[in-house]
């Protein structure tokens, strides 16, 4: 079955640095890649979703890029601010066919921008 | 719209109790989903519906029940709460998941906060 990785330990970076998360799959690669944001004691939050046929995707100061070759995914801040501080979360469906409602998520990394 | 909601935000139950929580949607989303998030887990999923009358289940099913008679609504049941279905739980819906052309955006709820003692 898949499997999703991500860096566990948190990233703690400065104010108007980039923010690089990473996001790793074991097996097949799937047809699409999301991510998620998620502030303490509420639910996540869509940012992007990127395709199989896609390598980069942007949204203001948000980068995503996919890369099926080395199965893994790298979402990119730019010029981080503190408000940017929360949970990231990766997801991916679960089976590999596109056609089911297995939507596997990894466990998360933690951003900590510092003013 | 109010999106996805749940209910209720916290519960406290004893070893052995059952009891239902909530999830509904007014987006007329085909796809709903329950998932449960502990520390250092990240999110699983316990049981998914991709449509009224349809369920399947996902990586944690066990000691879960789910049914989707009408569209807006997915309540996950405890039918006999253990220490060990303390957890966060999230209820998610998005348009659907079939066929790699979707775009299949969740929608999470706010979530439950379960404590079994």
């Known amino acids: 079955s898949q499997k999703i990785e991500q860096n566990s330990e948190a990233l703690n970076i400065q104010e108007g640095k980039t923010a690089t998360l990473t996001c790793n799959y074991t097996?097949?690669?799937?047809?699409?890649l999301q991510w998620y944001r998620q502030d303490p004691g509420r639910g996540p939050v869509f940012l992007l979703l990127?395709?199989?046929?896609?390598k980069e995707k942007r949204k203001e100061r948000l980068k995503v890029t996919f890369d099926t070759t080395l199965k893994q995914s790298l979402f990119h801040i730019t010029a981080s601010q503190p408000a940017d501080s929360a949970t990231y979360l990766c997801a991916l469906e679960g089976d590999g066919s596109g056609n089911t409602g297995k939507l596997i998520f990894g466990q998360g990394t933690t951003l900590q921008v510092k003013p | 719209n109010a999106g996805v909601t749940q209910t209720p935000k916290f519960q406290v139950l004893k070893t052995g109790q059952s009891m239902t929580l909530q999830c509904a949607q007014d987006m007329n989303h085909e796809y709903m989903s329950w998932y449960r998030q502990d520390p250092g887990m990240g999110l699983r999923l316990i049981h998914y519906?991709?449509?009224?009358?349809?369920?399947d289940q996902g990586e944690v099913p066990n000691g879960y029940n789910v049914s989707r008679s009408t569209t807006e609504d997915f309540p996950l049941r405890l039918l006999s709460a253990a220490p060990s279905q303390t957890s966060v739980y999230f209820c998610a819906s998005s348009y659907s998941l079939r066929g790699r052309g979707g775009t299949d955006t969740q929608y999470f709820g706010p979530g439950t906060r379960l404590t079994v003692l």
């Open positions: 519906s991709v449509g009224a009358g349809i369920t």
């Open positions: 990127i395709r199989e046929n896609e």
């Open positions: 097996n097949y690669s799937p047809a699409y």
